[in-house]
């Protein structure tokens, strides 16, 4: 099972940007997947996150300004990020719970994709 995550780049303050992360493989069914961000040195943080059937959860610092949504057909978690801050400059990780088709299940997580908010 691999995640592919893309969309991250420079943008300035108050612009925004789209994440899209794709899981495939040898996937039976896709359960939460989420998103998480890390700054060099610390700790890596929910961002948000999405259940299979739609429910989500954010953190407090993006309310308001982050969408997380899916898409169960393509197995791709999206994030819309708007209104983005400096303190927004992080790198991104998608996170996905696969059961595949061996029947085993785990979390799976991204690469990492680059957001700098920077004017």
């Known amino acids: 099972v691999q995640l592919q995550a893309s969309g991250g780049g420079l943008v300035q303050p108050g612009g925004s940007l789209r994440l899209s992360c794709t899981a495939s493989g040898s996937i039976r069914s896709v359960h939460d997947m989420g998103w998480y961000r890390q700054d060099p040195g610390k700790a890596r943080d929910l961002v948000a996150a999405v259940t299979s059937g739609g429910s989500t959860n954010s953190a407090d610092s993006v309310k308001g300004r982050f969408t997380i949504s899916r898409d169960n057909a393509k197995n791709t978690v999206y994030l819309q990020m708007n209104n983005l801050k400096p303190e927004d400059t992080a790198t991104y990780y998608c996170?996905?719970?696969?059961?595949?088709?061996?029947?085993?299940?785990?979390?799976?997580w991204g690469q990492g994709t680059q957001v700098t908010v920077s004017s």
């Open positions: 996170n996905a719970h696969v059961t595949t088709t061996w029947a085993t299940s785990q979390y799976y």
